[in-house]
């Protein structure tokens, strides 16, 4: 219903209650007393199913971006976390821990994820052309959080966004460099940038795993299951990240 229809509704359904309360004022009968309750009851009952609507909305939204994180967890992110896993000094995370791992160690693991650290900036190189080369996946992620208005998601993903346009316009201006990072080094801002966008990575990868664990755990094994296995894979063709 529009929020207009439904304003003028609840304005006219307390002023209906005042009039029966002034009704009651002047001619004191208690009559028009149960009448000017009326109106507060049938708001009372208006507020409650729009919470309750509100709610199983919210509920559904959440749903649907569940999945949606579920598919491009799976399917277009893989080598991109993989790769950002495996780029950490501290503290030691891989794919098979978090596969075995309680829900008490992944809340332990998440909160060891608040002071990463990296093998050396060189080794951050691979994985920040991973989140170039998922450009589309980002900007799919913000069209949808927009659709489901997640303001918080949508801030996320324009920040990401804005550091994969950084990475691009270095890469333009010096395109004989093998490594972004050495052009960052000397940009304490671009830095800095770099090590949030990668290690907000590990974050959210780790409330992902945590959220299936403790609401979905069949959904969790299911997508561990996947990563490991990648991983296993990933390590018959893949080098060992560059270190300093």
């Given at each position: 219903?529009?929020?207009?229809?439904?304003?003028?509704?609840?304005?006219?359904?307390?002023?209906?209650?005042?009039?029966?309360?002034?009704?009651?004022?002047?001619?004191?009968?208690?009559?028009?007393?149960?009448?000017?309750?009326?109106?507060?009851?049938?708001?009372?009952?208006?507020?409650?199913?729009?919470?309750?609507?509100?709610?199983?909305?919210?509920?559904?939204?959440?749903?649907?971006?569940?999945?949606?994180?579920?598919?491009?967890?799976?399917?277009?992110?893989?080598?991109?976390?993989?790769?950002?896993?495996?780029?950490?000094?501290?503290?030691?995370?891989?794919?098979?821990?978090?596969?075995?791992?309680?829900?008490?160690?992944?809340?332990?693991?998440?909160?060891?994820?608040?002071?990463?650290?990296?093998?050396?900036?060189?080794?951050?190189?691979?994985?920040?052309?991973?989140?170039?080369?998922?450009?589309?996946?980002?900007?799919?992620?913000?069209?949808?959080?927009?659709?489901?208005?997640?303001?918080?998601?949508?801030?996320d993903m324009i920040y990401i966004l804005n550091f994969i346009q950084?990475?691009?316009?270095?890469?333009?201006?010096?395109?004989?460099?093998?490594?972004?990072?050495?052009?960052?080094?000397?940009?304490?801002?671009?830095?800095?940038?770099?090590?949030?966008?990668?290690t907000d990575g590990i974050k959210k990868f780790l409330d992902y795993?945590?959220?299936?664990?403790?609401?979905?755990?069949?959904?969790?094994?299911?997508?561990?299951?996947?990563?490991?296995?990648?991983?296993?894979?990933?390590?018959?063709?893949?080098?060992?990240?560059?270190?300093?």
């Open positions: 219903m529009d929020k207009k229809i439904i304003s003028i509704f609840v304005v006219s359904l307390v002023a209906t209650s005042l009039l029966f309360f002034y009704l009651e004022k002047v001619t004191h009968e208690e009559f028009f007393l149960h009448l000017a309750a009326i109106p507060l009851e049938v708001l009372l009952a208006i507020f409650i199913v729009e919470r309750f609507l509100e709610r199983r909305s919210a509920r559904e939204r959440r749903r649907h971006l569940r999945f949606i994180k579920s598919h491009l967890f799976r399917a277009e992110m893989k080598s991109l976390f993989i790769m950002n896993f495996r780029a950490l000094k501290r503290p030691p995370l891989t794919m098979l821990g978090i596969r075995r791992a309680t829900l008490a160690d992944l809340l332990r693991m998440r909160e060891e994820a608040e002071t990463i650290e990296y093998r050396s900036a060189e080794a951050m190189e691979p994985v920040i052309m991973e989140y170039v080369k998922a450009k589309h996946v980002w900007q799919q992620f913000l069209t949808q959080a927009i659709h489901y208005n997640f303001e918080d998601i949508i801030v950084d990475v691009l316009m270095v890469k333009g201006k010096h395109p004989g460099s093998d490594w972004f990072v050495s052009e960052a080094k000397q940009r304490e801002t671009l830095m800095k940038k770099a090590r949030k966008v990668l795993a945590i959220e299936l664990k403790e609401k979905h755990p069949d959904m969790f094994a299911e997508v561990m299951d996947d990563y490991v296995q990648f991983d296993e894979l990933f390590s018959l063709g893949q080098d060992s990240v560059p270190t300093a």
